[in-house]
């Protein structure tokens, strides 16, 4: 009965780009646990201007401030790489966060990673050179997308790096002159993955490292079995072993 009621519910969404998942200010109605997408986090700056602060994909969660008791979105959460997640009703994660520990510890674990990223990123955004802060979010997105080969538009590149369009333009020049990466069009290939971890700042390695602390090196930016996916991941399995394709159960639990 219990496991029924927590997985009623949880099923794989697609991420459609640019669709908004919650919005600052927001109720956060739905969990979400990337399995090959990646998800923005924009915060609103004065005028029309925003922020990227942060990037979710397979290795985490979108609605962090849920674990801790707070249900309104700080920020917009935009899908900016299409593909799937699973979807957990909000009211659903907290039950299980206030009954299951080793849950809590795992996700307690992500907010802690959560968190020093965006630390990372206050420090990046005020201290890094534009091209060196884009290859650090090039390969965040890489790693998150997992593939080389992804589409940012230009717009949006401005709105990661919170510069104007000519700055993306000199930064992507720059790293295109040097053969690391290959950008026409807002595709973007990345040919030389070590060279542009040489050209990124610090902040890319601060990051894996603290991740691979906390988390795990299983998981280091690229595995959800690692992460809390995990514990979504089973307990939707455990449902589709209850029930057939059309809610029906088809084995005894
Ligand atoms: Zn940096």
């Known amino acids: 009965m219990a496991r029924r009621r927590l997985t009623a519910g949880q099923v794989p969404v697609d991420l459609i780009v640019p669709e908004i998942l919650s919005d600052a200010g927001e109720r956060i109605r739905h969990v979400y646990f990337p399995i090959d997408g990646f998800i923005s986090l924009i915060t609103p700056a004065k005028g029309r201007r925003q922020l990227e602060i942060g990037l979710v994909g397979s290795e985490g969660m979108l609605g962090v401030p849920l674990l801790l008791g707070v249900s309104i979105s700080p920020f917009r959460a935009m899908v900016q790489g299409g593909g799937r997640a699973w979807r957990v009703d909000a009211a659903t ?135 809390a996916t995990a514990f979504v991941t089973a307990r939707v399995e455990n449902s589709m072993e209850c029930y057939g394709e059309n809610g029906a159960m088809s084995r005894s639990q």
């Open 93 to 227: 994660l907290q039950q299980e966060i206030m009954s299951n520990a080793g849950v809590r510890a795992t996700l307690n674990r992500y907010l802690y990673v959560f968190l020093a990223q965006l630390m990372q990123t206050s420090t990046c955004t005020r201290f890094h050179r534009i091209d060196a802060r884009l290859a650090r979010w090039l390969l965040m997105t890489r790693d998150r997308a997992h593939t080389d080969h992804f589409h940012l538009t230009h717009e949006f590149l401005a709105l990661m790096l919170g510069v104007r369009r000519v700055g993306v333009t000199r930064a992507a020049t720059a790293l295109q002159r040097r053969e690391l990466i290959r950008y026409r069009r807002g595709d973007i290939s990345v040919l030389d993955v070590r060279g542009l971890e040489r050209a990124a700042c610090a902040c890319y390695a601060v990051d894996k490292g603290i991740y691979a602390r906390i988390i795990g090196s299983k998981g280091a930016q690229q595995g959800a079995a690692a992460s």
